[in-house]
């Protein structure tokens, strides 16, 4: 997988929404990585599908749509954020942190919102930390899109 460029912006903004192109200056840099799937990545579980638009942050996103379906990500980092789309016939998704539950995150909302952040985490130093996303998938909300991660170094 080609690097992601780095991007920097403020809190709570999703890859190339309120995150502009790297501008000189103090600062942690924020950098946006397309969800790897389309780039031959491992590790995934269950069968994902693609959309793409050029409302997600690499023009390309996962979905899925079958309950327990997962997808890997390894990343080093000292903060890192999950951007999916947020909308009516989306769903919940479980979220793993070096193989711990952190947290269980809807994505349900009732206007669609592209490159949202729906979950953040923040370590006290850089470590290389992997993220599993499993698919909760409830009766009308069955959809995850799995747009990209933002992360600080």
């Given amino acids: 997988m080609p690097p992601p460029s780095p991007r920097r912006g403020p809190s709570g903004s999703g890859c190339g929404r309120s995150i502009g192109p790297a501008t000189p200056g103090p600062g942690p840099r924020v950098r946006c990585s397309p969800w790897p799937l389309a780039q031959g990545a491992t590790g995934y579980t269950g069968t994902w599908d693609t959309a793409t638009s050029t409302s997600y942050s690499g023009g390309l996103d996962p979905v899925r749509q079958h309950r327990g379906a997962s997808a890997p990500y390894t990343v080093t980092a000292r903060s890192i954020a999950l951007v999916t789309t947020k ?3 989306r ?10 539950l952190a947290a269980t ?6 206007t669609t919102a592209y490159r949202s952040i729906a979950w953040q985490k923040t370590w006290s130093s850089a470590g290389t930390h992997t993220i599993r996303l499993v698919v909760v998938a409830t009766a009308g909300h069955p959809r995850v899109d799995l747009d990209a991660f933002a992360y600080v170094k």
């Fill in 105 to 110: 995150v809807s994505t349900y909302a009732t």
């Fill in 87 to 89: 909308a009516a016939s």
């Fill in 91 to 100: 769903g919940s998704v479980r979220v793993y942190v070096d193989g711990v």
